[in-house]
């Protein structure tokens, strides 16, 4: 698909970092792991700055990384396992309805679902509420609309195929894919839908883009941290800290050492068979709570640091290229760990 692109000056004054209240959308796989929840309470308990004005289901499918193994139950509820990305995009639904009743606020008009099913290799739009709402909001509104995007892009990519003048209109802040440094952006929420990602990358759109590894990854949640900061201060902070208290098991901490071979392929040339003869014995426990950064950003500029690069060329294999005559979005290349959870522990144990 080729857009018509804006000059790289207008781009980059969208990309200037915003002061006052911003009109803001959060879309979503909130039922996906743990870190989506504390995002959208924390942006629901940020009347100062963000004023909230939906919420977007996002589509995701997480049963390929257990393929040949019949999970129970339970191990389904551990996983919060979604066996296609229309039934992740439903149980997200209703995790982002939970989450306003547990904040005390109401969800009417304000919770919309998304896409069920990816973009997809022939880049047309997937049709629902979530991207019929996100035009409207976008094109009707006063000011620049900002997208906390906190998964899989399809639901963004498709509205500005619907309708690609809704670029001038919004900024997308996004935790997706890997540093631009490293050979490959694989990454959960980008490999989903890699054309849904080419469209973002391509279209023009202002971008804020947090890579996942060496950004994100620094925003590690403790035990003690949980239990002393989460647990019984509020409704929301006691659900959250045991939900993550959840994770706290021996198979799922097993995986922690298994997202180095997935997150960051290429970057490690220890042979296998010497890598076995050195087992991990102890952990000291902690848990990425990815998806707050895109919610920090906007927040505080203080608690990041970004900059303008071109934007990327993504492969359909999800290699980065890069081309300086591209234009520009904002990238992020460190998180201020302590400042972002100092201010998240405070608003979530508000009752």
């Given at each position: 698909?080729?857009?018509?692109?804006?000059?790289?000056?207008?781009?980059?004054?969208?990309?200037?970092?915003?002061?006052?209240?911003?009109?803001?959308?959060?879309?979503?796989?909130?039922?996906?792991?743990?870190?989506?929840?504390?995002?959208?309470?924390?942006?629901?308990?940020?009347?100062?700055?963000?004023?909230?004005?939906?919420?977007?289901?996002?589509?995701?499918?997480?049963?390929?990384?257990?393929?040949?193994?019949?999970?129970?139950?339970?191990?389904?509820?551990?996983?919060?396992?979604?066996?296609?990305?229309?039934?992740?995009?439903?149980?997200?639904?209703?995790?982002?309805?939970?989450?306003?009743?547990?904040?005390?606020?109401?969800?009417?008009?304000?919770?919309?679902?998304?896409?069920?099913?990816?973009?997809?290799?022939?880049?047309?739009?997937?049709?629902?509420?979530?991207?019929?709402?996100?035009?409207?909001?976008?094109?009707?509104?006063?000011?620049?609309?900002?997208?906390?995007?906190?998964?899989?892009?399809?639901?963004?990519?498709?509205?500005?195929?619907?309708?690609?003048?809704?670029?001038?209109?919004?900024?997308?802040?996004?935790?997706?894919?890997?540093?631009?440094?490293?050979?490959?952006?694989?990454?959960?929420?980008?490999?989903?839908?890699?054309?849904?990602?080419?469209?973002?990358?391509?279209?023009?759109?202002?971008?804020?883009?947090?890579?996942?590894?060496?950004?994100?990854?620094?925003?590690?949640?403790?035990?003690?941290?949980?239990?002393?900061?989460?647990?019984?201060?509020?409704?929301?902070?006691?659900?959250?800290?045991?939900?993550?208290?959840?994770?706290?098991?021996?198979?799922?901490?097993?995986?922690?050492?298994?997202?180095?071979?997935?997150?960051?392929?290429?970057?490690?040339?220890?042979?296998?068979?010497?890598?076995?003869?050195?087992?991990?014995?102890?952990?000291?426990?902690?848990?990425?709570?990815?998806?707050?950064?895109?919610?920090?950003?906007?927040l505080n500029p203080n608690w990041s640091a970004?900059?303008?690069?071109?934007?990327?060329?993504?492969?359909?294999?999800?290699?980065?290229?890069?081309?300086?005559?591209?234009?520009?979005?904002?990238?992020?290349?460190?998180?201020?760990?302590?400042?972002?959870?100092?201010?998240?522990?405070?608003?979530?144990?508000?009752?």
């Open positions: 698909m080729i857009f018509n692109i804006p000059s790289h000056e207008s781009i980059a004054e969208k990309l200037r970092y915003p002061l006052g209240k911003l009109r803001t959308v959060i879309d979503t796989d909130a039922y996906n792991e743990v870190d989506d929840q504390f995002a959208i309470a924390w942006a629901l308990r940020s009347p100062e700055r963000l004023a909230v004005e939906a919420v977007y289901a996002a589509p995701y499918n997480n049963a390929f990384f257990f393929q040949g193994r019949e999970l129970s139950e339970e191990e389904k509820r551990l996983a919060h396992y979604a066996a296609s990305p229309a039934d992740g995009m439903e149980q997200s639904y209703h995790e982002i309805i939970k989450l306003f009743r547990l904040l005390k606020m109401e969800s009417a008009g304000k919770v919309f679902r998304g896409s069920a099913s990816y973009i997809g290799g022939a880049g047309k739009a997937v049709e629902s509420e979530a991207a019929q709402d996100l035009v409207r909001r976008a094109m009707e509104g006063e000011g620049l609309l900002y997208v906390l995007a906190l998964g899989a892009i399809t639901n963004v990519a498709s509205a500005i195929v619907m309708e690609p003048k809704i670029t001038e209109k919004i900024v997308v802040v996004w935790l997706g894919g890997q540093p631009l440094s490293f050979s490959s952006g694989q990454e959960f929420n980008l490999l989903q839908d890699v054309p849904a990602a080419q469209i973002l990358f391509d279209s023009g759109t202002p971008l804020v883009l947090i890579p996942c590894m060496l950004a994100a990854s620094h925003l590690t949640l403790t035990a003690e941290e949980m239990k002393t900061r989460l647990w019984g201060k509020s409704a929301v902070g006691t659900y959250l800290a045991d939900m993550v208290a959840a994770n706290f098991t021996d198979a799922l901490i097993g995986n922690s050492l298994g997202m180095k071979k997935f997150y960051l392929p290429g970057l490690d040339d220890i042979p296998g068979d010497i890598a076995e003869q050195f087992p991990t014995r102890h952990i000291a426990w902690s848990r990425i709570i990815w998806d707050i950064s895109t919610v920090a950003y906007v970004t900059r303008l690069v071109p934007s990327p060329i993504l492969g359909d294999d999800m290699t980065w290229k890069q081309d300086r005559a591209r234009h520009p979005i904002r990238y992020c290349s460190y998180v201020s760990r302590d400042h972002i959870f100092g201010d998240l522990f405070a608003k979530l144990a508000e009752s």
